[in-house]
């Protein structure tokens, strides 16, 4: 993405969902709103480093569920591991988290339902401006696509 959609600030309540699918579950897939990037998805293993600030799903080649981080200056402030399996090849799901100011909350859910919540202190919020960020990293020759259905993001005034 080229134009910022969510501003560094913790004041802000921020509303993130999408839509969207994967024809393979062997493909490093991210989603979500991060800092300007061209390599969102780090090397093997530390896949998640490619983004320095950031909120995002994240799912990994080698595994079957999905994660979710919360990173800022090049930190991991916070994340979840294994927050859902990843959909069936071409399946539409919901991805969605929610910043809520009052109580520096992170709500994350897939598919409507809760998966993970997170309280950050108030430097944990990503340091730099956000955009939004849909990523796929095929490891082979396979030809392999994400879709997106729809996107919300929303951040307050």
Do not use: C
Request: proline share 3%; glycine share 8%.
């Amino acid at each position: 993405s080229k134009h910022r959609v969510a501003y560094a600030d913790n004041t802000k309540r921020i509303i993130y969902s999408a839509r969207a699918s994967q024809s393979s579950s062997v493909a490093d897939l991210i989603l979500g709103l991060t800092n300007t990037t061209t390599t969102p998805i780090g090397g093997a293993g530390v896949e998640e480093t490619g983004v320095t600030d950031g909120f995002f799903f994240l799912k990994v080649t080698t595994e079957t569920t999905w994660r979710f981080y919360v990173r800022s200056g090049s930190v991991t402030v916070a994340s979840a591991i294994g927050i859902g399996p990843v959909s069936a090849s071409n399946t539409l799901r919901n991805y969605s988290f929610e910043y809520v100011p009052s109580s520096r909350r992170v709500k994350v859910w897939i598919n409507n339902t809760q998966v993970a919540g997170f309280t950050l202190s108030l430097t944990d919020f990503p340091a730099a401006d956000m955009y939004s960020q849909l990523g796929i990293q095929n490891g082979d020759a396979t030809i392999r696509n994400a879709s997106i259905e729809y996107l919300l993001i929303s951040q307050d005034r």
